[in-house]
């Protein structure tokens, strides 16, 4: 390798783009293709990074797979940062097996982190933690320690586990100052942001009230009846009944519980489970048959009482009962809370993490533009969706994460 390319690659692991590019924007051989890709990504020029890495891919002769594989692994990176969530992840896989085999660990450590955070965005936590469970940072250089302390306070935050996601960062933080790369030391810092900015509100008795992550941590360890917005459950301790697939008797359950001790109106009920204006007889009969419905699913934690103008819920054995809620409750709040992170998304991407159809995500987006609070940019495959980061709560943390110990 020649002394230009030497510090041209220098240049980037200390991300000064700017610095490799004059060492080697005029040539045209497959190494400085290859370092003119990262460069132009480092700078926010993804489509023209990608075309350069693809070209360096082919200039790369056959025997030089170590070469092709990272140049694999830094196009996986830009699809990642771009949110194009639908990138070939067995093509990484593959290019990491490569760069294993022939010894190049870092590189393959990194090719491992980017899995790992595609697999948190898409809310698989399961296969996330077994990836990361192999990839051992003791050896790893201060820039790749600090990204997989990242992905571990990544997992731990969506899991609910506020102290080991603390110690992950604080180590992050360390290896990020000591690397001396501003991009890095400020996604250190991103995330600990989202551990100081609230991710849910506690409704209670008529009250609401802003709650940290680790302070929804530790609502899981009350007696306390919990209706679950965010996943749509209700449960005490390590009881859980899911009602994700039951919407009209989730919402019933959560008005009956933003109300308690008192009680809720059968007006009330059908407006808020139904959307009926006017309780009718018909309303009335179809409300008598759902909450028979609900009573006999939450049997084990609760009952449900009739009153003289309604119904009201009698907790079995806790003593209070709370509703977790997100922070911010609109119509495709979900949509908006992956868009808070300031990054652009396809449609595509959307739809992966969300778990829906990419038609489902569409219908959603076009009235928030219309709306002005979601913009897009580019046309057909290339359509990118964002928005600025919404002050004051966090983005994706608790949205697909599964219920602890559930």
């Known amino acids: 390798m020649d002394s230009l390319i030497t510090a041209a690659a220098l240049a980037l692991a200390a991300g000064d783009p700017l610095g490799a590019l004059d060492r080697v924007a005029l040539r045209e051989d497959a190494p400085a293709l290859a370092l003119r890709g990262i460069a132009m990504a480092q700078l926010g020029d993804f489509d023209r990074a990608k075309l350069l890495l693809r070209r360096a891919a082919r200039a790369f002769s056959p025997k030089e797979a170590v070469a092709r594989a990272r140049c694999v ?191 809720v109106s059968r007006g009330e009920l059908v407006a808020r489970a139904f959307g009926g204006k006017h309780a009718d007889e018909s309303h009335r009969a179809r409300l008598r048959v759902e909450i028979g419905r609900l009573r006999a699913e939450l049997r084990a934690l609760a009952g449900i009482s009739a009153t003289r103008h309604g119904f009201t819920l009698v907790p079995r054995q806790a003593h209070a009962v709370v509703v977790l809620a997100r922070p911010i409750e609109e119509r495709h709040a979900a949509v908006l809370a992956l868009l808070a992170d300031g990054e652009a998304w396809s449609s595509s991407a959307l739809a992966l993490a969300l778990g829906t159809g990419q038609r489902s995500v569409q219908r959603a987006l076009e009235p928030l533009a219309e709306a002005g609070k979601v913009q897009s940019f580019g046309h057909g495959r290339a359509r990118r969706w964002m928005t600025p980061p919404v002050a004051g709560f966090t983005t994706t943390l608790l949205l697909p994460a599964p219920l602890p110990n559930g």
């Open 73 to 263: 692994v830094a196009e996986a990176e830009i699809a990642l940062v771009s949110r194009d969530l639908g990138w070939p992840a067995k093509a990484l896989d593959a290019a990491r097996t490569a760069l294993e085999k022939h010894g190049d660990r870092l590189n393959a450590a990194h090719a491992g982190h980017l899995k790992v955070r595609r697999l948190l965005l898409i809310g698989r936590l399961d296969e996330a933690e077994h990836v990361l469970a192999g990839l051992d940072p003791a050896p790893l250089p201060p820039a790749a320690r600090a990204a997989h302390e990242l992905a571990v306070a990544g997992i731990a935050m969506r899991r609910l586990r506020t102290r080991p996601a603390r110690a992950a960062l604080e180590w992050a933080r360390h290896a990020a100052r000591k690397a001396g790369i501003p991009g890095l030391i400020a996604e250190v810092d991103s995330a600990w942001l989202a551990l100081e900015t609230p991710a849910a509100r506690l409704i209670a008795q008529g009250r609401e009230q802003p709650l940290l992550l680790e302070e929804v941590e530790a609502l899981q360890g009350t007696p306390a009846l919990v209706v679950d917005a965010f996943r749509y459950a209700v449960r005490i301790g390590r009881t859980t009944v899911s009602l994700a697939s039951r919407p009209v008797l989730f919402a019933l359950a959560r008005t009956l519980a933003e109300a308690w001790p008192g009680d």
